[in-house]
Structure formats: C-alpha cells, structure tokens
C-alpha cells in the first residue's frame, strides 16, 4: 500500500532546508531521476537534503508515518524502479575536506569521486577510485568499491576510517573500527540497507600519476589476445591492473573515430610504477594481435576516466557480474562462444573480465562485507536497453552468459555491479551465508520495521 496515502501532512518536513518535492512540483522530475534510465523513479516525495540535519529530519518522519525510504546521490546505482514512498537525495551535500598530515578526507555523501581527486591532487594524494570518477564516493564505498589500481592497493572501503550514518529512527552515529563496529562491519560492503551515510573519513594514497589507458584490436582477434592476455596476468606483479572486455560500439558522435560503430578486444591496463617498466611488462600484450589503437600512456590521476572510457551520460542500460575463481582454457571457449565474434547479433554493449587477487585477495584488517576476496577474476556485462524488445534479448543474452560461466563462478556477485536486484535469494548472492546472516540481523536491530526496502539490501 502507498503509505502517503495515509499519513499527516507534510508539515513536518518543513523544518528541511532543502526543497521538498510531490510529483508535478517544479524541480521533481530532476531531483528524482539516475544515471540509469532504464530505473524508472516516481517516489511520493523526494527530500533535496542539503546537509546531517536534513536527512535526520527525513528519516524520523518517514519512521514516525511508517514510509519507506530510498537514498540517491548521483544514481549511477539506481538500478531498481521505485514508485512510492520517500527518496532522500542527497546530491546537494558535496563538501570534500582534505587533512594532508593525515592523508585523509572527510567526503560528504552527494560528492563524486572527480570532487575527491582535485581536492586531494594539490597534496600529491588520491583515493582509491573506481572505473568513472563521475560516481558518488560514498555510495561506491558502502558497495565495497572496487577501484582501477585494486589489486595494487585492496578495496575502496579498506581505506575508510569511519562514517556518519542516520539510522531509520533518525539517530546520528559515528562509526569505526572502535565505535559500533557492527555497524561499521555492514557499510562496508553491505550497501545502504542499515542507514544513510551523510559522511565517510577515508584514506588517500601518495598517487599522482600512472600509466594507464586501453590497448584496441579488431574483435575478430578476440580470442588471440584473451588467450594471450589470461597468460599473461599469471606472471605480471600485482601492482600491474588490466581488464580483457568486447566491446561492440554504438556509430554515436559520443565516442571517437576510429572506435565509433566498432566491435573491439580492449586490455585496459594502470600502473603506478616506473613507466619504462611498465610499458615493458605491456609487450606481449601488444604483441598478441595487430594493435588498431594504443591509448597507454602517462597521465595525471585525476585523468582516470582515460582508462576505461565510461560513459559520462545518463543511459538506460542493464548490468550484471559474476565473479569467477578461474579462467581456464575451457572457460574462455565458453565466454567466447556467448559473446565473441562469431554472435555478430549479441546485445552486450560491454564484457569484461577484470583480473583480480593481489591486494584484493587480503584479508580485511576490520571485518567488513567484502565477499569477493577469494575471487581471481569478475566478470561483467552491460547492455543499452532502450527500448522493451531490446531488453528482452540482453535479458536473454545476460542469462546465457551467467550459465555458460557458472561453472567457473564463485557463486557470489559485488554489490555496486549485481544489476537489478531481485528476490532476497539473488540480493544474498553478494555476500557468504554467514556475511549475509550478519547484515540480517543488524538490520532487524536497526531498521525493524524495514524502511530501507528498495535496492541491494540484505
């Protein structure tokens, strides 16, 4: 039932200093829609919080009307429709404050990770970011955060030193390796299911420059240079990060000739070594298969987005993992023969085998929600769903590949990059039965009557 339908007026929330907004206000249709598209987002009410006190406010009157709550700051996660209840939105709240003695950041929960990097690049510090600076630090962090130069440096949320988290009652706490550990336990990695994050102190790294950027061949050599690349990680350092993917390029003025309109094998690579080394270790990459276009290059950190080469736009698009404990012979042919060359009519936009282990396979030095850390390799789609036939063969597509790959599979997916969640059996699959036991039950302990219902919650 659509709880605004009987409750009080919305007096109570007057005292908000950010604008309140009902579907047909001035303002409304913004505030409320995502980086995804394809999520559509029609709440009862969105709160434009401007700061803590904001969210407090929002969160006491939706537990006092009994109205469920969704929280947005840049919606690159809004992967999931909503049609009622509350959204507290958040991307007001961009405040970044950088302490260069103690190599941290205070970041607020609306600030995107490119607000981070140049408020840290002035000191010579960065934070461990992932593959678009265009996302929301805090709503990356909560998801784990699974950075570019991960296996160099571990996990975003190994880097945090506490948070700021509303609670569904309303009540404001500080967490740490020391205060409500519990509590600090779920933000890392366990998502927003607990609270609303209103700030995070994180750690930033001496990182001011890398060699990084995408290595480009015609996608009928897909196979050569995976093949090529699956040997390869086996012998480079784990401060060496790379990703095989297939890309198949929409012909749009957004993306440069001679990409455009192009199906490729790219091996994305970032390195923070001596550069000469790196490019060295790069040779048999390079090698593997005549090379259309070298992106590899020195660039400054705040430059990141070269890597990956994301998407700045809002689109409507449907993603999904898989995280994978090894990538054989037989499991490449598998992956191939869902999405290589010869499935000219594939609907993936993008598949990726992202390399992990190195500093991602350490143990966690304060228990977190991270359950990805026995995996060696995540294995990722993403697909434009413009339109419903369009979304029913990448539904298609999506599943064929997780069943070819399973085999090969952890059987767990990552938070941020699960897609759409389902069901709670398919939502519990980012987490190990005993990970996810503990989120349960700190959310009964929390939010009891489960406000916090929509998204990737335990």
């Not at 039932?1 to 009080?8: G, I, Q, S, V």
């Not at 369009?390 to 064929?400: Q, W």
Request: with cysteine.
């Amino acid at each position: 039932m659509n709880t605004l339908h009987r409750t009080p007026d919305l007096f109570a929330l007057s005292e908000i200093r950010g604008p309140v907004l009902r579907p047909g206000d001035e303002g409304y249709a913004e505030e409320v829609t995502g980086f995804n598209l394809a999520a559509l987002r029609t709440p009862d009410v969105v709160v434009g919080a401007s700061g803590t006190d904001d969210v407090v406010a929002a969160l006491r009157w939706a537990s006092a009307t009994g109205t469920p709550v969704a929280v947005q700051a840049t919606g690159h996660g809004a992967n999931y429709p909503l049609d009622q209840g509350l959204l507290v939105s958040t991307r007001r709240m961009t405040d970044v404050r950088v302490d260069p003695r103690r190599s941290t950041a205070t970041v607020a929960a609306g600030a995107r990770w490119r607000d981070v990097l140049a408020a840290a690049a002035p000191y010579g510090l960065a934070g461990l970011c992932g593959t678009s600076t265009n996302v929301g630090a805090v709503g990356y962090t909560v998801g784990g955060g699974l950075p570019v130069l991960g296996r160099a440096y571990g996990y975003g949320a190994d880097l945090v030193r506490s948070f700021h988290v509303v609670t569904p009652d309303g009540t404001l706490h500080e967490t740490g390796p020391d205060r409500q550990p519990d509590l600090f336990m779920a933000l890392r990695g366990g998502k927003s299911g607990i609270g609303v994050v209103t700030s995070m102190v994180t750690g930033l790294l001496p990182l001011r420059s890398l060699l990084g950027g995408g290595i480009w061949f015609p996608g009928e050599h897909a196979e050569a240079v995976l093949s090529a690349w699956s040997g390869w990680i086996d012998a480079v350092p784990e401060e060496m990060c790379s990703a095989f993917a297939l890309l198949r390029l929409p012909p749009i003025p957004q993306i440069p000739e001679p990409l455009r309109g192009g199906f490729w094998a790219r091996v994305a690579v970032a390195w923070t070594g001596d550069p000469a080394e790196g490019e060295e270790l790069l040779a048999p990459v390079r090698a593997a298969a005549p090379v259309a276009v070298d992106a590899v290059g020195v660039m400054p950190y705040t430059d990141l987005d070269r890597v990956y080469m994301e998407p700045q736009d809002p689109l409507p698009v449907r993603e999904s993992c898989l995280l994978l404990h090894e990538l054989t012979p037989v499991a490449i042919r598998a992956f191939l023969d869902q999405v290589g060359p010869d499935v000219p009519d594939c609907p993936l936009l993008l598949t990726e085998i992202r390399h992990m282990g190195g500093a991602l396979s350490r143990p966690a030095r304060a228990p977190d929600a991270i359950c990805a850390r026995d995996a060696a390799h995540l294995l990722q789609s993403v697909a434009v769903v413009a339109t419903p036939p369009d979304a029913v063969a990448v539904e298609h597509a999506t599943a064929a590949l997780h069943t070819a790959m399973s085999p090969y599979g952890t059987g767990r997916t990552m938070v941020n990059i699960h897609g759409a969640p389902g069901d709670t059996a398919d939502r519990a699959r980012a987490w190990t039965p005993e990970v996810h036991a503990d989120l349960l039950r700190l959310k009964h302990a929390h939010d009891p009557a489960d406000l916090l219902r929509f998204g990737h919650t335990p």
